[in-house]
């Protein structure tokens, strides 16, 4: 009698552990007793449709309801982390769009493999009509007093090569930055190759320079990029600007930022091994002009963080972000778009000093189509 009675105990707390994962969702959608950490990564959430005969007779309520509840019920955060982490453990599968885990457990974005890989090189000759409508822009500005600097950031498959997966090959020549730096370089071309700056100061950077588990520069690397790129702008200004004074540099193996964007992107259940990170933390020592130069920048996400700390607001006081030359972000006001301006060439030219900065992975896009806007008008 004992074994069907273990049997019958086995089915009756099987039986009670589904009922309780079905009522789970519910319970946490009204009374809210977990504490569950929001989803990483951009979210687009269906609003709550309104209930009205029209929308009912159209079925939008009916479709919108069915779209609010997927994306609003309880516990959802956990679940679809839970999927994520079956997926990931049982065949090996990520659920992120387009991330990679390369050699020991360093993560990649797709887009900086094909770049570090060669895979999607240009050509010279595509690189040198890019540059060729750049030097005139460039050219364009100095008559006006007016000042252009080209900044390369570093992508993190060429910075760890050697970490790559293996069905990706790193290529030291045929790939786009080197073609590039190269152009810039002969078309006089004011630049900052940051990228090369970074790899060559790897073997001896006291603090690492990209993250294990993010795709941008370290919090460490970015304060050297940001200290580094303000003196530039001053020089090639001749107008000094605020600077970083740093104060202390603090070790976390807890990592903050934007330092494991990626793996939080991922939305596992489980943390990922990383590296100790070094956060610096500074001081921004201002000088008082009214003569202030104005910066404009034109780029991708690699500026976002010194954006973020305020940089604009603080250093370059009165400048403007054009993300990705499609959206303009200015401190404390609406975000625009860069379709919207009247006349492109002369909303660039307000500005005294002009920094086109962008990754390895974005050098297929060069300039985000800045060269074209200015040359048309």
Not at 160 to 188: G, V
Not at 277 to 296: G, H, N, Q, S, T
Request: hydrophobic letters at 40%; proline letters at 5%; a positive charge.
């Amino acid at each position: 009698m004992a074994a069907p009675q273990l049997h019958t105990r086995i089915k009756k707390a099987l039986f009670i552990v589904a009922l309780a994962m079905l009522l789970l969702p519910w319970l946490e959608q009204n009374e809210h007793f977990l504490k569950l950490a929001p989803l990483g990564g951009a979210q687009q959430l269906a609003p709550n449709v309104a209930f009205s005969a029209q929308n009912w007779k159209s079925t939008t309520f009916q479709e919108g309801q069915q779209a609010y509840v997927r994306d609003h019920f309880g516990a959802r955060s956990f679940f679809i982390r839970l999927y994520n982490e079956l997926n990931d453990q049982l065949f090996g599968e990520f659920k992120a769009n387009g991330v990679i885990r390369g050699k020991d457990g360093y993560l990649f974005e797709e887009n900086y493999l094909l770049a570090a890989s060669g895979k999607d090189f240009l050509g010279a000759d595509s690189i040198g009509v890019l540059i060729a409508q750049l030097q005139q822009i460039e050219q364009s500005l100095q008559q006006k007093g007016k000042h252009l600097l080209v900044c390369l950031a570093p992508g993190k498959g060429s910075f760890f090569p050697q970490k790559m997966p293996s069905s990706y090959r790193y290529e030291k020549q045929l790939r786009n930055h080197p073609y590039f730096a190269k152009a810039l370089q002969e078309a006089k071309i004011p630049l900052f190759d940051i990228q090369s700056w970074f790899e060559a100061m790897k073997p001896s950077a006291p603090y690492p320079l990209f993250p294990k588990n993010g795709i941008h520069w370290s919090s460490y690397g970015e304060y050297l990029v940001a200290d580094s790129l303000i003196r530039r702008v001053g020089h090639l200004s001749k107008h000094p600007f605020a600077r970083l004074a740093l104060q202390r540099i603090e070790t976390s193996t807890q990592l903050r930022d934007r330092d494991e964007d990626i793996e939080l992107g991922m939305n596992l259940l489980r943390n990922l091994p990383d590296f100790q990170m070094a956060y610096p933390k500074f001081e921004i020592v201002k000088k008082i002009d009214k003569k202030a130069k104005r910066v404009l920048v034109i780029g991708d996400s690699f500026f976002y963080g010194m954006y973020n700390w305020g940089i604009m607001e603080q250093v370059f006081a009165d400048g403007q972000f054009w993300y990705y030359n499609n959206e303009i972000l200015v401190p404390k006001a609406q975000t625009r778009l860069v379709e919207t301006l009247p006349h492109y060439r002369r909303e660039v030219e307000k500005f005294d000093v002009v920094i086109l900065l962008l990754t390895e992975a974005n050098l297929p896009r060069f300039g985000f189509g800045m060269q074209q806007a200015y040359l048309r008008e």
